[in-house]
């Protein structure tokens, strides 16, 4: 079992830069494998980035290629998500998710554990 806690989230303007990170607490981290979603307002959970558990492969929403960035530190236990040049399109409570193997990675139903989430809003 893992437990997970997002911080980092905060008010930013238009083209500005935040940095989240997301804490796991529990056994073999490293078996785990990672991704960020996303929630706005009246709308559903959307995949934003996953990472596998050796940082081989990431994976990435169409808006965010180019701007946000996943990576992981595995003796650490934490996964972030450097975004970059942000928009308000961007708004939304931001969670990372936990699961030990995937099929299909985008999709919310993939995931055993979530954290708590934490509110990203850009300022236009």
């Known amino acids: 079992q893992v437990q997970l806690v997002e911080s980092g989230g905060g008010l930013v303007q238009t083209g500005g830069s935040l940095r989240l990170s997301c804490a796991a607490s529990g056994q073999s981290f490293s078996q785990y494998k990672m991704a960020w979603f996303r929630q706005a307002p009246r709308k559903e959970r959307e995949f934003v980035a996953a990472i596998s558990w050796n940082d081989a492969f990431t994976d990435y929403l169409e808006s965010a290629k180019g701007r946000f960035t996943i990576s992981r530190d595995n003796p650490k236990n934490m996964v972030y998500l450097q975004m970059n040049g942000l928009e308000p399109e961007d708004t939304a409570i931001y969670y990372c998710?936990?699961?030990?193997?995937?099929?299909?990675?985008?999709?919310?139903?993939?995931?055993?554990?979530w954290g708590q989430g934490t509110q990203v809003t850009v300022s236009s």
């Open positions: 998710g936990a699961v030990t193997n995937w099929s299909d990675r985008r999709k919310v139903t993939e995931y055993t554990y």
